[in-house]
């Protein structure tokens, strides 16, 4: 096993353990008083009902409001439901598929910092510290082991390191593409301004595709979780963009060139809206 496994391992045993409460728990673990948790098997029950019953995307929980029906994934953003419905329709219970999502989240948070850090510091260690720390960050763990129903503002936060990891992979490709002398991307690169074959090329396409799924799922995970994390991220694309064009490989590339990674940030940006429209529409 190499270096990097054994450290994402080390990383991903802590985010069992931090888990491991909620496991082995017989029943909901007992979050002020008992008094949110049970909001979650509601939502995952009436989520699978209405799939049963040919809904999809779910919109309504049929039986909530005394029998009247409620609109409640109108409102809501429904990915950690579906993700635990997933668990649900494999054969586990509702309890069970609940606990099973949350150590779901934990690993994906924990793994998503582990390579974000390594990638940042270069350093296994740095990975494993980050990914220790974000793991049992106190916000983190309340949101499971205090307010019990927020599985979805948990889930948000497994994206946020994935989201900044592959936009942060997408930038470094271009800034190692030069068009100068890879005829490949440099012919690309001269069919349009715009075009939809963008997202097929090698070496940038699967980076930004991976960054409009991550960004979607979070979209898609909790609303205002979304909305905080979208200031800090157009930020972060645009002091990453404007560091790039200090490179050498960029300051050799033509004029309209240094505006191709700002435009591929974008598009991959509105891709992530148009994947998370079934909600909003």
Same mark, same amino acid.
């Given at each position: 096993?190499?270096?990097?496994?054994?450290?994402?391992?080390?990383?991903?045993?802590?985010?069992?353990?931090?888990?491991?409460?909620?496991?082995?728990?017989?029943?909901?673990?007992?979050?002020?008083?008992?008094?949110?948790?049970?909001?979650?098997? $509601?939502?995952?029950? $009436?989520?699978?009902?209405?799939?049963?019953?040919?809904?999809?995307?779910?919109?309504?929980?049929?039986?909530?409001?005394?029998?009247?029906?409620?609109?409640?994934?109108?409102?809501?953003?429904?990915?950690?439901?579906?993700?635990?419905?997933?668990?649900?329709?494999?054969?586990?219970?509702?309890?069970?598929?609940?606990?099973?999502? $949350?150590?779901?989240?934990?690993?994906?948070?924990?793994?998503?910092?582990?390579?974000?850090?390594?990638?940042?510091?270069?350093?296994?260690?740095?990975?494993?510290?980050?990914?220790?720390?974000?793991?049992?960050?106190?916000?983190?763990?309340?949101?499971?082991?205090?307010?019990?129903?927020?599985?979805?503002?948990?889930?948000?936060?497994?994206?946020?390191?994935?989201?900044?990891?592959?936009?942060?992979?997408?930038?470094?490709?271009?800034?190692?593409?030069?068009?100068?002398?890879?005829?490949?991307?440099?012919?690309?690169?001269?069919?349009?301004?715009?075009?939809?074959?963008?997202?097929?090329?090698?070496?940038?396409?699967?980076?930004?595709?991976?960054?409009?799924?991550?960004?979607?799922?979070?979209?898609?995970?909790?609303?205002?979780?979304?909305?905080?994390?979208?200031?800090?991220?157009?930020?972060?694309?645009?002091?990453?963009?404007?560091?790039?064009? $200090?490179?050498?490989?960029?300051?050799?590339?033509?004029?309209?060139?240094?505006?191709?990674?700002?435009?591929?940030?974008?598009?991959?940006?509105?891709?992530?809206?148009?994947?998370?429209?079934?909600?909003?529409?």
């Amino acid at each position: 096993m190499g270096r990097k496994r054994v450290f994402l391992a080390a990383a991903l045993l802590v985010a069992v353990a931090a888990a491991w409460p909620l496991m082995a728990q017989p029943g909901l673990l007992n979050t002020r008083g008992g008094g949110d948790s049970p909001f979650l098997l $509601q939502r995952v029950q $009436q989520l699978v009902t209405a799939v049963a019953q040919g809904h999809f995307p779910v919109r309504w929980m049929p039986d909530a409001n005394y029998g009247y029906g409620y609109p409640f994934y109108n409102f809501y953003a429904p990915l950690s439901i579906y993700i635990t419905a997933v668990f649900r329709a494999i054969g586990f219970s509702y309890v069970r598929a609940i606990q099973l999502s $949350q150590l779901a989240g934990f690993l994906t948070a924990a793994a998503g910092m582990f390579y974000l850090a390594r990638r940042w510091f270069r350093s296994e260690w740095a990975g494993l510290l980050a990914s220790v720390a974000y793991t049992v960050a106190p916000f983190h763990m309340v949101n499971v082991y205090v307010r019990g129903d927020s599985l979805a503002e948990f889930w948000a936060m497994a994206f946020y390191p994935l989201i900044l990891l592959a936009a942060d992979v997408l930038i470094q490709r271009f800034q190692i593409i030069d068009l100068t002398t890879d005829k490949k991307s440099r012919r690309f690169f001269s069919v349009s301004g715009f075009s939809c074959l963008w997202f097929v090329y090698a070496p940038v396409g699967r980076y930004a595709a991976l960054l409009a799924l991550a960004y979607a799922a979070l979209i898609l995970s909790h609303n205002i979780s979304a909305l905080i994390f979208s200031p800090f991220l157009l930020l972060y694309l645009l002091l990453a963009w404007l560091s790039t064009r $200090q490179s050498p490989i960029t300051k050799r590339q033509p004029p309209l060139t240094a505006y191709r990674l700002p435009f591929t940030l974008l598009t991959a940006l509105l891709l992530a809206f148009a994947l998370a429209a079934w909600f909003f529409i």
